[in-house]
């Protein structure tokens, strides 16, 4: 007999799922795709009405239907199901939602054993990329799009978009294109039989990226990778500068479980404006926390030949840093330490045909400051020990002990202002002053910065995702 919101069968539904031996019922046929079950936490469904046969393991449910297990959940108006099966369907209107994403769509299938299940004609965002797909499987780590859409562009009509046959998304990680094609507005801008993508914070945009510079003049850039298999990609920088031309680079990357490695030739353009070219260059990186204490650590190696159109040297830089998790000093401040070593070793030293090697120890302590919701400030010290002039000045270090300060100020949801200057504190002056405005344009972002000391104009036009 119906029951008003009740809550069900917590030791039941328990049995069933443990017991359980059936693979996901999600229409996969690629077997790495179904995951085994394991011991999942208990289902809870709540419903105006519910029903539930004990000899079947039939479910049914009706009105303001949620089914929740552990930070997973399904909503809908009427629910079928079978406790024996681990399945639960909706043919009409449903929503699934977990941390970090939230689909919307009809003919839902659920197995709550494996985690598996698909949806048709649905959208939703996962991460901080929205998508759509005239259907759409879920995974516990994975999730697959076909014939779909993805863009971080929430407009009805998104300024940009990327559509596939297939889309496949590991939220955190990254993402994959098959028979992929790029959208500005309504007009395809290129295509690419198979793309990939990170989806880690600071990743390159998959449209290109429009510029101007003092130094450099005007610039087009645009990261493309295709990826190999599951772990090796090959990628390439496009870059054109108006003034120093076309300025390109290649490379491969291997990312496994607990360490990144790969090869890069071409050149490259650090946040001064200084450029070497790799021919090439070998690197591999890996960071993990330090036991259970409040602290990571990042290493990287870097073996290759550089050139910066004055010399060329066998270029070594090994560098281990440890960063502390920012430490609370009230409501609204925060402190972040941090230390390192580096080692950089060159073969050709100052253009001279002699090789040395140099270890540089660094000291850090940033505190954050929140002044009110629109208005945010930061002190960063730096001490660098051993200091010495670098052989090449692409991203080396020109302070032994500087002071870097900021302040942001949030005008209106359309525009930000901010400054940052860098200190000498051993000179005792002003290294760089640098003013922002950070402008949004619908879905894009359009940066300008000025930086007063060295009398340059750097402008920067992107895609922004929500």
Known sequence: MPNTKMLLLGSLLVAAIVCTALPGQAAV???????????????VVEGDELYFSDSTGDLFAKGNVVVTQGQAKVLGDVMRGNAKQNEIWIDDAATFTEPGTRLVGTTTRYNYGTGNGTMEQASGKVDRELVAG??????????IIHNGTETGCPAKVPDYHVSADKIEIWPGDKMIAYNAKFWIKDKIIFSMPKYQTSLRPGAESEFP??????????SITQHLEYPIDNKVSVYTDIAYYTIRGFQPAFGVTDHEKNYTMGLVDGYSRDVNGNWIKREPEFDLSFGHPVGSLPIDYTFTAVYGKWDDDVKTSWHQDYNLNFAGHP??????????????????????????????GNTIMRYSGTLYKTLGPKLNTWATYTYTQNFITSAFAYNAPVLARELDNGITYKIDSKNTVQFIQTYDLDLRRAYDQDYYWIHDIHCWTATIEYRAKRKQTIIDFTTKKF
């Open 29 to 43: 046929n690629d077997k790495d795709k179904v995951q085994k079950p394991v011991e999942k936490a208990p289902i």
């Open 134 to 143: 005239e259907k759409i499987e879920f995974y516990p780590q994975e999730i």
């Open 209 to 218: 990226r429009l510029g101007y510079n003092s130094k450099d003049g005007f």
């Open 327 to 356: 430490i609370k000093l009230g409501n609204t401040l925060q402190l972040a330490l941090g230390t390192g070593v580096e080692y950089v070793h060159e073969s050709n030293y100052n253009g001279l045909s002699q090789s040395q």
